[in-house]
T-cell receptor, first 115, second 111 residues
Framework: DAGVTQSPTHLIKTRGQQVTLRCSPKSGHDTVSWYQQALGQGPQFIFQ???????QRGNFPDRFSGHQFPNYSSELNVNALLLGDSALYLC??????????????FGSGTQLSVL | SQQGEEDPQALSIQEGENATMNCSYKTSINNLQWYRQNSGRGLVHLILIRSNEREKHSGRLRVTLDTSKKSSSLLITASRAADTASYFCATVNTGFQKLVFGTGTRLLVSP
């Protein structure tokens, strides 16, 4: 049973470019959340997707957008990259069908460096 | 923005000693969870405590929750070098379903 998988593991971009990060949730999970973690900080909530729609959003600009596909996998897109977007991007999955299962399963993350 | 703050920011102990980390949060919560992160990679869920619970155990872990003080503590007993990691508390606020993480405690356990 595969856990949460993220790709790529590392990415280097320059300012102004656009990036797409990908996530496949744990088998049986239908909800995907994205987090940004700057060095030495805790993860910050970007948004959450369920049934192919953005259900909740954190305090991030519109440059950050996402998508969820019918197979529950998800993408995070960031446009017009800034130096401050350099961070570890974490995807987490959970099951909306099991109300008692509130814990998140995390992928290993994508380390994005913006030069 | 971070919901909670962990204290201390860093903790260094010897193997066999106990490690205690504290977490404070700001708003009413549905539950509070603790996660562990090795070397800045993915987080692993350790334990969840609900707002109507005061204490919970899982193996060498003991978590307490004081909703009147909006605080929680994580105790790791008989620590091992493999416990070296960053530990984060995270809260699920009443009415919301997202996890909001604290700032983390970096634990170093020396052999």
């Amino acid at each position: 049973d595969a856990g949460v998988t993220q790709s790529p593991t590392h990415l280097i971009k320059t300012r102004g470019q656009q990036v797409t990060l990908r996530c496949s949730p744990k088998s049986g999970h239908d909800t995907v959340s994205w987090y940004q973690q700057a060095l030495g900080q805790g993860p910050q909530f970007i948004f959450q997707y369920y049934e192919e729609e953005e259900r909740q959003r954190g305090n991030f600009p519109d440059r950050f957008s996402g998508h969820q596909f019918p197979n529950y996998s998800s993408e995070l897109n960031v446009n017009a990259l800034l130096l401050g977007d350099s961070a570890l991007y974490l995807c987490a999955s959970s099951s909306n069908r099991d109300s008692t299962n509130e814990k998140l399963f995390f992928g290993s993350g994508t380390q994005l460096s913006v030069l | 923005s971070q919901q909670g703050e962990e204290d201390p920011q860093a903790l260094s102990i010897q193997e066999g000693e106990n490690a205690t980390m504290n977490c404070s949060y700001k708003t009413s919560i549905n539950n509070l969870q603790w996660y562990r992160q090795n070397s800045g990679r993915g987080l692993v869920h350790l334990i969840l405590i609900r707002s109507n619970e005061r204490e919970k155990h899982s193996g060498r872990l003991r978590v307490t929750l004081d909703t009147s003080k909006k605080s929680s503590s994580l105790l790791i007993t008989a620590s091992r070098a493999a416990d070296t990691a960053s530990y984060f508390c995270a809260t699920v606020n009443t009415g919301f379903q997202k996890l909001v993480f604290g700032t983390g405690t970096r634990l170093l356990v020396s052999p």
